[in-house]
């Protein structure tokens, strides 16, 4: 109640006299001007949540008449909660980082041991060749160290990156374990959105356990070498210097597919969910063609089912690499992927209109892109088939238009937390199918 900072021979008074015994005491601060509105000199213990801002009781009643407001102490207690799953998630990427960054110190070792043997075994076969087998066997030996050196810098680099990153990541722990005890509402209130946001993520090498052959194609092909004549030592050589260069470690990425062949490799069977449908959607060709009904159907209730929109999922939840194929027929489709707990009711549920779902908006004249509520024009080839590829590691979803050729229409660069459902929304005397791929 008091709008000011007391020393400890000022306070006093706020111990000993009855006045101030309602006087609620907090820690001092410079900031008391933050507590008062500058419009009305009274102070913000309220909460507009439909602007997102502290103000006072005469601010509620005159600008803010009508607005979603609650008490400052409430709105804290409910970001209290977030605050704590923020801090979850921060300690929980800690721990992934740590692991992170002990797989790349068993690589850097790996490499360097796998890099040793191999230029070890060079060199004993070249040294029982002639002088033109040991000018390759030197040529050889420097391949292997660049090619470790390039790769254990890259593996020492991501490790810094990583490291810098469980730094960042505990400072903002440390600074949001600090915010979680202040009780000025209105300090809490403005430093709380900038300090839960977390930046991007550093990439990192999977930690799932799979053979890997380092320098070991080197040895081969050198030990194939050394049983050969020299007349074509020039043909092994070739050979020899390619495999060097692919060597196959944690750190390397597999690249996204560029011709229609390619993406098949990927290709997987989905069938769409009976329990998810929209009662105006008829299933067929085994659940992998939904086509949209004026009369509506009866089905039975379901908690999956949606209740507002024209929309349908998959009974699959995709993780991995994998691509699929969608043709339709009428004005207008969505094709769109989704978590599984995307709520079924309201506008919320709308596919690319929350922050669970991806949808392409196709028709007839032109596409859109929609992601939690962002809507991006998108040039390109109408086409009848759009193809969709999800790299979900690697964060990547991806929208093509199929014809003769593989035409990119959008590309998401993101984090996935579930697996993915794909799934439509139809409008009306619209058909859409999930294809059979070869």
Known sequence: MCLASYCEQHLQPHYESSTFKKH????????????????????????????????????????????????????????????????QKIQQRIQDRQKDVKVLQQEVKAIKLSADKAVEHSEKNFTELVRLIEKRSSD???????????????????QEKLKQEIAELRRKDAELEQLSHTEDHTHFLH?????????????????????????????????????????????????????????????????????RAEFLQYSCQITLDPNTAYTHLSLSEGNRKATYMTKKLLYSHHPDRFTDRFQVLSREGLTGRCYWEVEWSGKRVSIAVAYKDNCRTGTECVFGCNDKSWAL??????????????????????????????????????????????????????????PLHPGFWLYTGVTAELCKLK
């Open 140 to 158: 050889v030996k420097e391949q292997i160290r660049s090619q470790q050196k390039a790769e254990a810098s890259r593996a020492e680099e991501l």
């Open 361 to 418: 908006d196709c028709n007839n004249n032109s596409y859109e892109f929609r992601d939690n509520n962002t809507r991006t024009p998108i040039p390109g080839p109408r086409s009848s088939r759009v193809g969709v590829y999800l790299d979900y590691r690697a964060g990547i979803l991806s929208f093509y238009s199929v014809s003769e050729t593989m035409t990119l229409l959008h590309r998401v660069q993101t984090t996935f937390t579930q």
């Open 191 to 259: 430093n709380y959105p900038s300090l839960s946001r977390l930046s991007e993520s550093t990439d990192s090498p999977s930690t799932d356990i799979r053979p890997l052959r380092y320098f070991e194609d080197v040895t081969a092909a050198v030990s194939e070498a050394r049983d050969k004549l020299q007349g074509i030592l020039t043909v092994e050589w070739h050979k020899i210097s390619l495999t060097v260069t692919k060597v196959d470690v944690l750190l390397s990425q597999p690249r996204e597919p560029k011709t």
């Open 24 to 87: 609620k005491l907090v820690e001092a601060t410079m900031k008391l001007q933050e507590n008062i509105c500058s419009r009305h000199d009274e102070v913000m213990k309220i909460f507009c949540r439909t602007d997102q801002q502290c103000i006072c009781y005469l601010c509620s009643m005159d600008e803010h008449k009508g607005h979603d407001t609650v008490s400052a102490a409430a709105q804290r207690t409910e970001r209290q909660k977030e605050l704590g799953v923020s801090q």
